[in-house]
């Protein structure tokens, strides 16, 4: 019995049936059914039967769309080459498909004719300019395929939408006139429109009967600016291509110069669409991935006429959420102001300097057109939040409605007032910050001014807390604090609004977002590596594979996937990353017959390869390394660095003949990570073996480098090595022969260490002014800043300035000339002391003259006045001294938080003081009272009532951070604290 394919068509559009059942009949085949379909989408049905050669059970394949419907008709019969006849061919009509899926069949489910015309141009103009550059007759080759079909049938549905007559150029009217009309039996009304332009004319759609108070504000409207379109019997005509007309100008100008007349792209009574396409328009495309949906409407130049032209939600199914006022204000003291807030906020001029907090005497006034399209390169009654791109030299400050951060849906105009885009709040500050550059000042309009504290705390932005009761501190709330920056002119708006001590998770959100670490991206838990940090993760790459690399130890990469049979194989191994494992379910619209996992970690993806590779002792060791990203889909909540659900690590896997060279394997790749933290990061780590309950998942032994946060009062796991024992080696048959003929099993190890490094050494090292890095991985290890003045400007300092920079590069010095002009010498001390930058360079008038420079360090805050000669081994010597400067600094406020105790009563107190507790333990396998201390300790560390959140990261319940190999001695007879059974060991808490 042979494969039979199913294609159930819905009845409208008609294209739908007129495009299939022509193809049909050019591939001709019994195997093939046209039905009809009770469903809105064309759905493709393939059976394959069982074989009855290789017992391959029968399966069917549900399909979604036009693509799956033409791909079935192309197998069933392939020497009609609907889909071409070669790759190439097969590649350009399923391209051309495609984009007609895209582009032309969302608007066959809108009834408006405006919206038909418009794509019908756009899409008309590039088929004929396609057929007219190669002088073709068809989309592709030199016959017909699916391309011209489907793509002739969707253009003519349109144009029948469009009502009345379409003009088209010359090539487009011959192709279809062949195709469509020809071919495919459509019926289209269609003048030839010569070969320069594509013309559309409709009828008018029926307009309201418009009230007297209408009638004043048309009447107002039409002495201030033209009408655009020649209206003639109730018809409009656009001659214009639609690329000018939807958004492309100058590349100087963000606000395109033509107009969309929106009697012309809108029918029905309301006069509002989605925007066909968004690439069309200049500040759409700026927006990168962050999700949005932009409507035309009618131009509307206030705020009360956007109301009335655009009232939310635009269309049926949109969301619900508020327009936005704009103001472009400037300060003859403070600069340029983009202010945008809700509508009906109060945005007196007066009352928002207050708002601000500008020192001084402020005079906020509208600016001037010239200013406004100098600044954010828009005309008036055009601005939104979004022209704030345009400025690209930092020069005007942006302020929003605070409410509009926390807002499910803004909308506001693309640079342009016949449209508005729908963002989400944090989305909107998304973009400002991180792709713009731009600070945000959140400012509450509804607040009194000296309540109102300007703040541009973290993206994931969060209701404001119940006040505590009168007369009790505010819990976890931050204070006020008159000496912190704001938004005065001169300010870089880049100082930390936390103190570490004060909010330690908000304070290490402000430091990874205004340090340029990190930029957040629209799906939870995965962020942006920005180049800064990066480059940090580079360094420690570098460090890595030169001392693996003395180990024998090779590079290489498997893929991205699993297969399910083979994650599940080691059923220890996939139980615990089960919840965490993401799975990939289907392929466009098809469901795939197996899904595949997406690596949570690589031991089943590489080992099936091992099996392959291993034969005999001589092909052992196998040592491989793979730097790569991993997947687990973290259920707490997600914190850059730390807690995400893509990462970056290193994963090494090695094979070995007996389990004392893979024991060997263990410890030296651990102690690598020791380097990792202690040599490279100045980090403290604790090295010791994992319990039985804390171990890999599927291993025989863990052994783990343990870090400590001070501040969180917590420690943290820094990097993992693991003896697999023969485990993985039995189940995916690693077997060798030995030198004495006999069949052995492989002893396996595995170790990794992620892109958490980055977020320790943030942690440990940062302070209230941002990060502070250490000079073997920072990116940039000194900085200088040239002071100056108008008695001293930039070309008198640089020739000094660069003698000095040869000479540090000489050295090996990492270093870099802060030559940037439009910023001052104050705003770069800030700049470079918020990225951490270990040592800032000065350099003055009197500097020169003295052949000197000023020595600031960041670690320290230390000043030195140095020398010019011999300054570049100075400073090489200085990055040795920071550097152990940092880790003996890091060292000793570890071991100030370390308790060692021997009762069950000094447990809970210590921990609840951040401390690390060394306790006297029974043994690693006993995991029952691991648990009953583990639960023990939450129930004592919490306060009566209270309970701990699901989403809590770090439970205040104790864990086992290791049985440190550095062991204390144990008198005979010592008891487990916990158990009251003989202790064995000390256990790190």
Not at 224 to 245: D, F, H, R, W, Y
Not at 373 to 383: A, E, I, Q, R, T
Request: glycine content about 6%.
């Amino acid at each position: 019995m042979p494969t039979t394919r199913t294609i159930a068509v819905p009845e409208a559009p008609p294209c739908f049936r007129a495009a299939l059942s022509t193809l049909h009949s050019l591939a001709p085949s019994p195997s093939v059914v046209l039905a009809t379909s009770f469903s809105t989408r064309i759905v493709t049905t393939v059976h394959t039967p069982a074989h009855p050669v290789t017992c391959r059970p029968s399966h069917t394949v549900t399909s979604m769309g036009l693509s799956a419907a033409v791909r079935a008709l192309h197998s069933a019969d392939e020497t009609a080459c609907l889909l071409g006849s070669s790759a190439a061919e097969r590649g350009a009509v399923e391209s051309w498909i495609e984009n007609a899926e895209a582009n032309l069949l969302p608007p066959l489910g809108v009834t408006k004719s405006g919206l038909a015309a418009t794509v019908v141009a756009d899409f008309g103009r590039g088929v004929a300019r396609h057929l007219r550059s190669g002088n073709l007759t068809y989309l592709v080759g030199d016959y017909l395929t699916a391309a011209d079909v489907i793509v002739a049938c969707l253009l003519a549905e349109l144009m029948g939408s469009a009502k009345k007559r379409i003009k088209c150029t010359v090539s487009l009217k011959r192709w279809m006139e062949t195709v469509a009309i020809g071919i495919c039996a459509m019926e289209v009304e269609m003048e030839d429109g010569g070969e320069e332009e594509i013309e559309v004319q409709m009828q008018l759609p029926v307009q309201k009967q418009k009230s007297a108070k209408q009638d004043k504000t048309d009447e107002k409207k039409n002495t201030k600016k033209e009408n655009t379109g020649k209206k003639e019997e109730g018809k409009v005509a656009l001659k214009a291509p639609l690329s000018t007309m939807v958004g492309t100008s100058k590349q100087s100008s963000v606000v395109s110069e033509k107009k969309i007349d929106a009697s012309v792209l809108s029918s029905g009574e309301s006069g509002i669409f989605l925007l066909p396409d968004p690439s069309s328009v200049p500040l759409l495309t700026v927006l990168g991935s962050i999700p949005h949906t932009t409507y035309v409407h009618p131009p509307a130049m206030t705020v009360n006429e956007l109301l009335e032209a655009c009232p939310i939600p635009p269309i049926p199914g949109a969301l619900a959420g508020t327009h936005t006022k704009n103001l472009f204000l400037k300060d003859k003291k403070h600069g340029a102001f983009l202010v945008t807030a809700r509508p009906n906020a109060d945005t007196n001029a007066k009352k928002l300097g207050k708002l601000l907090n500008l020192k001084g005497k402020t005079n906020l006034r509208f600016g001037d057109d010239v200013s406004l399209k100098k600044s954010l390169d828009v005309k008036p009654g055009h601005l939104g939040p979004m022209c704030i791109a345009a400025d690209s030299e930092k020069t005007v400050t942006m302020v929003l409605d605070s409410k509009l951060a926390l807002a499910d849906a803004v909308y506001s105009h693309p640079g342009r007032n016949d449209m508005s885009t729908c963002l989400s709040g944090s989305d909107l500050v998304a973009f400002i910050r991180d792709i713009t550059g731009h600070e945000v000042i959140l400012i509450d309009f509804d607040a009194s001014p000296e309540a109102e504290k300007v703040a541009t705390g973290p993206e994931k932005l969060k209701k404001k807390e119940k006040k505590d009761a009168p007369g009790k501190q505010p819990k976890n709330a931050k204070q006020q604090n008159t000496d912190k920056k704001t938004a005065a002119k001169g300010q870089t708006l880049l100082a930390l609004q936390w103190k570490k001590t004060e909010h330690f998770a908000n304070w290490y959100s402000d430091t990874i977002l205004l340090s340029e670490m990190i930029s957040y991206y629209n799906i939870s838990g995965c962020y942006i590596l920005r180049p800064w940090s990066y480059s940090i993760w580079e360094g420690i790459q570098t460090w890595f594979n030169g001392k693996i690399k003395e180990l024998g130890v090779d590079n290489t990469y498997f893929p991205l996937f699993v297969s399910k049979d083979r994650l599940e194989r080691e059923a220890d191994h996939v139980e615990g990353f089960a919840p965490e494992v993401a799975w990939v379910t289907k392929s466009g619209e098809s469901d795939l017959a197996m899904p595949i996992a997406i690596r949570p970690t690589s031991e089943t993806i590489m080992y099936p390869a091992f099996s392959d590779w291993i034969k005999s002792h001589r092909d052992l060791p196998l040592k491989i390394n793979q730097w790569s990203n991993v997947v687990r889909w973290e259920f707490k909540d997600p914190t850059p660095f730390l807690r995400s659900r893509e990462f970056l690590w290193q994963e090494g896997h090695t094979a070995h003949a007996t389990w004392e060279d893979s024991d060997s394997m263990v410890m030296q790749a651990l102690e690598l990570y020791r380097g990792v933290y202690e040599d490279v990061l100045a980090v403290p780590v604790i090295k010791g073996y994992k319990t039985e309950k804390e171990k890999f998942a599927g291993g025989l032994m863990t052994t783990t480098c343990e870090a400590y946060i001070p501040v969180a009062g917590r420690a943290i796991q820094g990097a993992t090595s693991h003896n697999l024992g023969q485990n993985f080696a039995n189940m995916f048959n690693i077997k060798f022969q030995g030198e004495d003929g006999t069949t052995k099993t492989a002893w396996q190890t595995s170790w990794g260490c992620t892109t958490r490094t980055l977020g320790v050494m943030i942690m440990v090292h940062g302070d209230d002014m941002g990060l502070v890095l250490p000079p073997y991985v920072s990116p940039v290890q000194a900085v200088i800043v040239p002071i100056v003045s108008k008695k001293c400007p930039l070309e008198v300092l640089a020739p000094y300035c660069n003698e000095i920079l040869a000479d540090l590069r000489a050295a090996g010095v990492r270093v870099r000339l802060d030559d940037r002009d439009f910023y001052n010498p104050g705003w770069k001390y800030n700049h470079w002391e918020q990225k951490g930058v270990p040592l800032r360079i000065e350099i003055g008038p009197r500097d020169i003259d003295a052949r000197q420079v000023r020595l600031v360090v960041r670690f320290s805050g230390a000043k030195e006045d140095a020398p010019a000669d011999g300054l570049g081994a100075r400073v090489s010597s200085m990055m040795n001294d920071i550097q152990n400067a940092m880790l003996k600094k890091a060292t000793a406020e570890r071991d100030a938080h370390f308790a060692k105790i021997t009762d069950w009563k000094d447990f809970v107190p210590n921990l609840e003081k951040g401390n690390l507790v060394l306790a006297p333990w029974c043994g690693p396998k006993h995991t029952d009272w691991e648990n009953w201390a583990k639960n023990k300790s939450r129930e004592e560390g919490m306060k009566e009532g209270e309970v701990e959140e699901d989403t809590c990261a770090t439970s205040v319940a104790a864990k086992t951070l290791c049985i440190p190999f550095d062991q204390p001695e144990l008198p005979e007879g010592t008891k487990c604290f916990a158990s009251g059974l003989p202790a064995t060991c000390w256990c790190l808490w």
